[in-house]
């Protein structure tokens, strides 16, 4: 219909773009109404801005989000597929995250940096990240994701708290973020209210809540329902701030709601990442900043905070279980004037997972009381521990292991020679200080150990990666991984990038070959030596090795600060093919203007390298 409309009003060219166009096969479209991909829209407006006139692309796709929740309710075909990051293969370049956009795209601290994962609560099925030009995405077909059954929490009877004295309307503010269900939180408070025969009134702002923007519920009870005037929480007069997710609850709109001597805080303090690392791979989620603007809004003392998504996703098995523990965190502190029975029966009557929410809000008032023993009981379910080495001794034992496994000890030898030599010549410029060591046993590790096709190979059929997987899946599954062969891609005409093929299970076969095949690397025999990717790489370990023999000659304590600086600058160098060029020559860039500092020192020009 919207077609023949548009046709009807004589634009000059009317397409269709979906995720489905099979769906179009047999419909009635005008003519000269061409249908594709979605993966041929940047294509596509190239095209249509070149024709005179006005064009119009029909964009037809279901909101990711809102598939997620069709998904949950039986409402939507549930595709058998999800998405896993080997850790070990991913550089976190985060290119990934430019392709797709996609917040369920997560940082992971590993002993080897800051890596991606996917956060399998949230992910909406989109696969767009995908298109990262990546060889440790593998998706994940048939099966299901393995969830751990609700854990009943166990201990003394909770003692019930005193609730709130309705003189005035009890004032409530939720915060988070759209997807997570906020708005779910205000509509059982409504009805426990009702159940309860008290007036409540309930003012959602959720704005860009589908696509992850922040979302407001004004939430008000009172003993009568004329005893509400506004909808609204006037500033100053939130009696309650639930922030279940503390950067949406640190904004302006959020805190103006805040009065110090009144407000009480309860917080989520986990970290959820933002748009801002979709952009910025090394984007540090400003923690202390919020709690203390949090804090000045309430005052001191009056405001909690709690890993409420932690503590939900390990005993409950979904992040989506938060909000639920963050309103019995909430009500055990007596800040939720209706009673357990009511809500619970506003659970049930939602009908959707009421007997994890009911869980999730029988944690969050434990949480209350025994915060100590709830961490306890999450910690004994959750995922593996990863151990980051954090000294001197630890970085260097772990990447000599890993240099070992990669090629062999004579290869590790190489990387303990440099690096002993790095450790002499600090300790007697900068005695005491390690951080020039600590930079060249990280870093020159890395140059070494560059991911070639030997090494991607080994790192997927690595049981530990087996292991994840099977930690977080189950039944009759496969793998299948998306790569990009030197020998076996093409192109994107429209893009000008190497375009990534599916390869199916058989690759684990293939991969057993090339990692036995490790002894070639370097060779004669080297297939893949010639190529420029690993001519770049060799390239990068010779001069860094020659970087640090002039760091080391003319290492002083002027000029430190800019010698760990230069000795840092690989862990910019990330990604493949085309990534890691461009990040190449950022680092070249930037390893000029720090050699003429380190080379003509002055207190100016230090402390702008350290910073």
Wanted: proline content about 5%; glycine content about 8%.
């Amino acid at each position: 219909m919207m077609a023949q409309q548009l046709t009807a009003e004589a634009l000059k060219k009317i397409t269709v773009v979906t995720d489905r166009p099979e769906i179009y096969r047999g419909v009635d479209l005008p003519d000269d109404v061409s249908v594709h991909h979605r993966d041929e829209l940047d294509a596509i407006q190239r095209e249509m801005r070149e024709i005179e006139g006005v064009t119009a692309i029909i964009y037809d796709q279901t909101c990711a989000a809102e598939k997620r929740r069709r998904r949950k309710r039986g409402l939507m075909p549930d595709p058998a597929k999800r998405v896993f990051i080997n850790e070990e293969v991913c550089e976190g370049c985060g290119d990934c995250s430019k392709a797709s956009n996609c917040l369920s795209v997560i940082p992971l601290e590993t002993a080897m940096g800051r890596k991606r994962a996917i956060d399998q609560s949230s992910c909406n099925k989109d696969y767009s990240c995908l298109n990262g030009f990546c060889p440790s995405f593998v998706t994940i077909e048939g099966g299901k994701l393995k969830k751990p059954q609700p854990t009943q929490p166990v201990g003394e009877v909770l003692p019930e708290p005193t609730l709130p004295v309705l003189k005035d309307p009890f004032n409530i503010l939720v915060t988070g973020i759209g997807g997570t269900g906020v708005v779910t939180i205000g509509a059982l408070l409504g009805m426990a209210a009702h159940l309860e025969s008290k007036g409540c009134s309930i003012m959602d702002m959720t704005g860009l809540a589908q696509k992850g923007g922040a979302v407001f519920s004004h939430v008000r009870i009172a003993s009568r329902p004329e005893d509400i005037h506004a909808v609204r929480v006037a500033a100053g007069n939130a009696d309650l701030l639930l922030g279940c997710d503390i950067v949406v609850a640190a904004t302006y709109d959020a805190l103006a709601k805040g009065r110090v001597g009144h407000t009480r805080a309860i917080m989520n303090s986990h970290e959820t990442i933002t748009a801002d690392f979709t952009r910025n791979p090394d984007w540090r989620f400003p923690g202390q900043t919020l709690r203390a603007a949090v804090e000045a809004a309430v005052g001191p003392g009056a405001a909690e905070f709690v890993d409420a998504t932690g503590l939900a996703t390990a005993l409950i098995g979904d992040s989506i279980a938060t909000n639920l523990f963050m309103l019995g965190f909430a009500y055990q502190r007596g800040l939720i004037p209706v009673s357990a029975p009511a809500i619970e029966q506003a659970i049930d009557l939602n009908r959707t997972a009421a007997k994890e929410n009911k869980l999730a809000f029988l944690w969050g008032r434990r949480a209350a009381v025994d915060l100590a023993g709830v961490q306890k009981a999450a910690d004994r379910l959750s995922a593996e521990a990863r151990q980051i080495p954090q000294t001197l001794d630890e970085i260097i034992a772990h990447r000599t292991g890993h240099l070992t496994r990669y090629q062999n000890a004579a290869y590790a030898a190489r990387y303990r020679a440099l690096v002993d030599k790095a450790i002499a010549a600090e300790r007697t410029a900068m005695p005491g200080s390690q951080a020039l060591s600590i930079a060249v046993a990280k870093y020159y590790a890395k140059l070494l150990a560059y991911k070639d096709e030997y090494e991607v190979a080994r790192l997927h059929i690595d049981p530990v990666f087996r292991e994840r997987i099977a930690a977080q899946f189950e039944g009759d599954y496969e793998l299948h991984f998306h790569l990009a062969p030197p020998t076996m891609s093409h192109v994107d005409p429209a893009t000008g990038r190497i375009k990534k093929k599916e390869f199916g299970p058989w690759m684990m076969t293939a991969f057993g070959v090339l990692a036995r095949l490790k002894w070639l690397r370097g060779t004669a025999f080297d297939p893949f030596a010639r190529s420029a990717d690993r001519k770049l790489e060799r390239r990068l370990i010779a001069e860094y090795e020659a970087l640090v023999a002039e760091i080391l000659a003319g290492l002083s304590a002027d000029n430190h600060g800019t010698a760990v600086a230069l000795a840092a600058l690989p862990e910019q160098i990330r990604g493949y093919g085309h990534i890691k060029e461009g990040n190449v020559a950022a680092v070249r860039k930037r390893q000029e203007e720090l050699l003429a500092a380190f080379r003509s020192p002055s207190p100016s020009t230090t402390r702008r390298a350290a910073e």
